[in-house]
C-alpha cells in the first residue's frame, strides 16, 4: 500500500511540473530591455514595476546584470 502512494505521488508531481512548464511566461528580448529600461528610468519603484509587470524582483535583477 505504501509503494502504490508513493508512485502516485510521483506521477501527480510529475504532472503538475508538466503543466508548470507549459504555462510558464516567456519574454522575448524586446519586452526584457523594455522592462529594464522602464526600471532604469527610475519613475516607479522597481517593486511597483515588477507589481505591474507580474515578474519576481529576482527576475528583474537578473535581466539588469545581462544587460551589457
Not at 44 to 52: D, G, H, K, Q
Request: charged share 35%; net charge positive.
Amino acid at each position: 500500500m505504501n509503494k502504490k502512494s508513493s508512485s502516485s505521488k510521483v506521477a501527480a508531481d510529475k504532472l503538475v511540473k508538466n503543466i508548470r512548464r507549459k504555462t510558464r511566461q516567456t519574454y522575448s528580448a524586446e519586452e526584457k530591455i523594455r522592462i529594464v529600461l522602464a526600471g532604469l528610468r527610475g519613475e516607479e519603484s522597481i517593486s511597483a514595476l515588477c507589481r505591474r509587470e507580474g515578474i519576481a524582483e529576482s527576475l528583474y535583477y537578473s535581466l539588469v546584470k545581462r544587460v551589457p
